[in-house]
């Protein structure tokens, strides 16, 4: 990416102190996302993805790295540019029903945000706006629902509203956390998208968090994806790319693991991992930590040395035998010599 990204992590790494030791959450996980495009970060559970999109947002400070908006460290920002930045990335959970207030009413969580930031004028403005909100994200007429209160409403159309609340304040990223995860299949579909529309109309960029590798297929097509495992990211490159021609052997076993609905098809989605056990993140494996379950394992640089993302040609992948790290291969050579 030559321009200066909407957002980038650098080197960002994160440690959790805990009674049974350290926890690395997230390793060395440097990604960009720009103005109106979109990010996936896939894995398997505790991969460390919400980990790296709290830090993302601002809402927890990393152990190591750092993060930048429009090109400036956010560590470095004024308070009124810290006030931009947390204006511009809003964060969409999981569960909205955690993240909607029981007892307010939908008009209630949208005028806040607008009121707080002295955007709306008057209760009647507020009201107009929180009802415009309201119809970007599909929920009309808006008049029906602002005076309603969350358990009033269906799983889908709470976590509409949370995408409202989200829009509230003209953001320019959107970090969407599961959002879609909790909802049924049916609903799902209709909230992807109102995303994706959401998308196109207006020009927001997306980090959007999934272990559905078919999701982030449907919302992320023509963006980027980072696949992450074990805290680090293995494979990143375009999303469509990625996911139809996999490189990394835990990307391919992770689509393989994409239920087949076709039995004539099921027997060539066989994973082919050595183990289904995901090691402890207290007790990483040595090495290329996918190596105990990495069918392409061989003996040597697997077990000894972490592999770094090498550029291939449309993507990065961490991985000694599919992407041969030059440097290890030159000094391989010259311990020969
Ligand atoms: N505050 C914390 N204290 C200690 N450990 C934590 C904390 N937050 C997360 N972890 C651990 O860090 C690892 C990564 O968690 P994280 O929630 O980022 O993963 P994830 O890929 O988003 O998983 P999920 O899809 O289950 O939410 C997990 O092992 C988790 O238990």
């Known amino acids: ?26 390793r060395d996980v440097s990604l960009e996302v720009g103005a109106g495009e979109v990010l996936c970060l896939v894995g398997e559970s505790g991969c460390g993805k919400t980990t790296t999109a709290r830090i993302a947002a601002g809402l927890a400070r990393p ?7 429009n090109g400036q460290d956010t560590r470095a920002m004024s308070a009124d540019r810290q006030k931009d930045f947390r204006k511009a990335v809003q964060f969409v959970h999981q569960d909205p029903y955690a993240s909607l207030n029981p007892i307010r009413s939908i008009f209630g969580a949208l005028s806040a945000p607008l009121r707080r930031h002295g955007l709306a004028k008057s209760k009647k403005d507020a009201w107009e706006q929180a009802g415009r909100l309201l119809e970007q994200v599909d929920l009309t007429p808006a008049e029906n629902f602002l005076p309603k209160f969350p358990h009033q409403l269906s799983g889908g159309q709470r976590q509409r509203v949370a995408v409202a609340r989200s829009l509230a304040l003209n953001p320019k990223l959107i970090i969407a956390d599961e959002a879609t995860s909790m909802l049924d299949v049916s609903i799902r579909v209709g909230v992807l998208r109102t995303l994706t529309k959401l998308r196109t109309e207006l020009d927001v960029g997306f980090i959007f968090i999934t272990h559905d590798l078919a999701i982030a297929r449907y919302f992320g097509t023509g963006g980027k994806i980072a696949v992450m495992y074990l805290g680090r990211v293995v494979e990143y490159g375009d ?21 087949e609905i076709d039995p004539e098809h099921r027997e060539s989605h066989e994973h082919g991992l050595r183990s289904v056990d995901i090691p402890s993140l207290t ?6 930590t996918f190596h105990p379950r990495c069918p392409l394992y061989r003996q040597g640089d697997c077990d000894t040395i972490e592999p770094r993302l090498i550029d291939m040609d449309d993507r990065e992948v961490a991985c000694h035998v599919v992407a041969p790290d030059p440097d290890l291969t030159v000094e391989t050579e010259e311990a020969k010599s």
């Open 239 to 259: 999303t469509a790319e990625v996911i139809e021609n996999p490189q990394h052997p835990y990307t391919k076993a992770l689509l393989a693991a994409v239920p």
């Open 63 to 69: 152990s190591d790295g750092f993060v930048e908006y």
């Open 1 to 26: 990416m030559t321009d200066t990204p909407l957002m980038a992590l650098r080197g960002v790494s994160q440690v959790f102190h805990t009674k049974g030791g350290d926890v690395p959450a997230v």
């Open 283 to 288: 007790a990483l494996p040595s090495g290329c």
